[in-house]
């Protein structure tokens, strides 16, 4: 079985300043990882995934994430958030050994607010 | 164009009723997923289906039904209604390996009075 912990609840930053979210993983199976955005009263929205090869990943809005195997870390950062990125952060896993349907294990999420 | 769709988007009963949550996915999907995220913003998967095969069924009460007529959609039903199923319910999908993600609905917020 998979574990998600995100470390950080609650991160305010100001905007314009970098940002990192911090999410680690448990496994004892290799896995594939995710960061999702959820925005008010929305659906998840896949910002991007680790599945292999290149251990940077770029999303979609300027949103990078660095998979590091040793430390089981998948850290989100963006280098200048915005006031739209207000939202809360996901972190999920899904490990390679559970067939054809993969489920999500989701961390317990990271209220990102930017502050003007 | 929505990809995922959900209905209805807010649903207010009174606890002992029976509801239903309808899903959608018009992306060719092959599996579908139903989670819950409850009122600390926790998700937490429930049912997986496969090719209209149930593949992850998670400790849900049996109160807890989903249905599967096509590879296109995943309906969930719920009997006998308690206060604690009061929570937001999401339908997603993807391709069998998960590969591509998971692509998620806008969510049901279902309030049991």
């Known amino acids: 079985a998979q574990s998600v912990t995100q470390l950080d609840s609650q991160v305010p930053v100001f905007e314009e300043a970098p940002v990192e979210l911090r999410c680690n993983y448990s496994s004892s199976v290799s896995v594939y990882l995710f960061w999702y955005v959820q925005y008010p009263n929305q659906g998840l929205q896949l910002l991007l995934k680790y599945l292999s090869g290149s251990t940077l990943v770029k999303g979609i809005n300027g949103f990078e994430a660095e998979f590091n195997k040793s430390q089981t870390s998948f850290h989100l950062r963006k280098p200048s958030v915005h006031i739209s990125d207000t939202a809360e952060y996901f972190c999920a896993v899904s490990d390679l050994s559970s067939g054809s349907a993969r489920q999500l294990t989701f961390g317990s999420g990271t209220q990102l607010t930017v502050l003007p | 164009d929505t990809a995922v769709s959900q209905t209805p988007k807010y649903l207010v009963t009174q606890m002992g009723n029976d509801k239903s949550i309808k899903c959608e996915q018009n992306?060719?999907?092959?599996?579908m997923y139903w989670y819950k995220q409850d009122s600390k913003k926790f998700l937490k998967i429930m049912f997986s289906y496969n090719n209209k095969e149930l593949i992850i069924n998670e400790t849900v009460p049996n109160r807890f039904s989903p249905k599967s007529p096509d590879k296109a959609h995943l309906n969930l039903h719920i009997n006998s209604l308690e206060l604690g199923d009061s929570a937001v319910y999401f339908c997603?999908?993807?391709?069998?390996?998960?590969?591509?993600?998971?692509?998620f609905g806008p969510g049901t917020r279902l309030t049991v009075l």
């Open positions: 997603a999908s993807s391709q069998s390996g998960g590969a591509g993600g998971q692509f």
């Open positions: 992306l060719g999907h092959d599996t």
